[in-house]
């Protein structure tokens, strides 16, 4: 066998652990819905529960393009957008949930998201407002030139349209059940990716709804985020700084214990292993952590010229996904007492110990 053919055979097998672990969630009555998104990470997956009340979970962002597509696949099913009877959304992300007030509107569906979500999902402008606010400080604390933090101001504020507040009429507690007529689905709050990260597990069939904590393909990106019960004006230089990463390492610990059958996430394929999949990541971030304390070693920066260091121009054009990434490595070597911030300015510089 050449190594082309291995590859080739490798590939062919894990296509089809994919398409069984879809069918066997299909034969439970769960449908994945791919719906088209204007960001990088490409289409979105909205989950169909056939069970009473009819149950989708998440929607997909704001747009005719989605709204046309989910209506077809739903249609697929031998639904419409009508006969919805439950939304469920699994974080603030508007890619998940920013057609849930239209389709809301249009069903009169009940809207399920955590309840520590509800007031950010109320008032999604307002709350966009104050997330941009947070990361430009963030942003000019270490170390982006202002001039791409203005220009990154214009982007955010191009995207906002994407999303749309909705009024969360069933708000949910973690380690609840949310109960369909056929299933229980255990609610489980995974902050990291983002700060209100709800995972739904089908208990009878070991199937996990796991929305953006964990994606086969993609190590899901701990973004900074204002923490949800944040006051208005959350404190400048924010403190404690949430620690997006070590939370996340937390939470993918804690999923890392669960028996699956298989994990469904909110973009591209099923995880057939979360085991393994998590021991990658865990694995991955502990790397990453080592390579930026050796920068730091070799010369004290601040954490957008690592940034720029690891990514290049991706540093730039993608500055707050980068300079998160890097905040969040750099958590754990403070936290290890392996680095220590210095501030000059208002800007941090890292230095190592
Ligand atoms: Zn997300």
Do not use: C
């Amino acid at each position: 066998m050449t190594p082309a053919e291995g590859v080739r055979e490798r590939e062919e097998r894990e296509a089809q652990q994919e398409q069984d672990a879809l069918a066997l969630a299909a034969a439970a009555g769960i449908h994945r819905l791919a719906i088209p998104t204007p960001f990088m990470v490409g289409r979105v997956n909205a989950y169909l529960i056939e069970d009473s009340p009819l149950t989708l979970v998440d929607s997909g962002p704001n747009s005719a393009k989605a709204l046309d597509e989910l209506e077809q696949a739903l249609a697929i099913h031998g639904h419409a957008v009508e006969d919805i009877e439950l939304l469920v959304i699994t974080h603030q992300h508007m890619d998940h949930f920013g057609l849930a007030s239209i389709l809301a509107r249009r069903s009169g569906a009940e809207v399920a998201a955590l309840s520590a979500l509800a007031p950010f999902l109320a008032s999604y402008g307002h709350q966009t407002d104050l997330e941009d606010r947070f990361a430009e400080r963030m942003m000019l604390r270490h170390g982006i030139p202002p001039e791409i933090v203005t220009a990154l101001r214009a982007v955010s504020a191009g995207f906002r349209a994407w999303g749309e507040a909705v009024e969360v009429t069933r708000p949910l507690q973690a380690d609840t059940h949310l109960e369909l007529r056929d299933r229980k689905l255990r609610v489980l709050h995974r902050p990291g990716h983002s700060p209100s990260d709800t995972i739904f597990l089908d208990e009878a069939n070991s199937i996990l709804l796991t929305a953006d904590h964990l994606i086969a393909n993609i190590s899901s990106n701990p973004l900074l985020s204002r923490p949800l019960d944040a006051e208005e004006e959350y404190s400048s230089p924010p403190s404690p700084r949430p620690q997006a990463l070590i939370t996340y390492m937390d939470s993918l610990r804690k999923t890392r214990e669960m028996e699956l059958a298989v994990a469904l996430p909110g973009h591209g394929g099923p995880v057939i292993d979360h085991v393994a999949l998590i021991d990658q990541r865990l694995r991955l971030h502990e790397r990453r952590a080592e390579k930026i304390r050796r920068l730091i070693a070799s010369e004290p920066r601040t954490a957008h010229e690592i940034a720029q260091e690891m990514w290049g121009n991706v540093a730039v054009t993608q500055a707050y996904l980068t300079l998160s990434e890097v905040i969040g490595h750099v958590d754990l070597l403070l936290r290890d007492g392996q680095v220590i911030e210095d501030e000059h300015d208002g800007v941090v510089l890292l230095r190592a110990v």
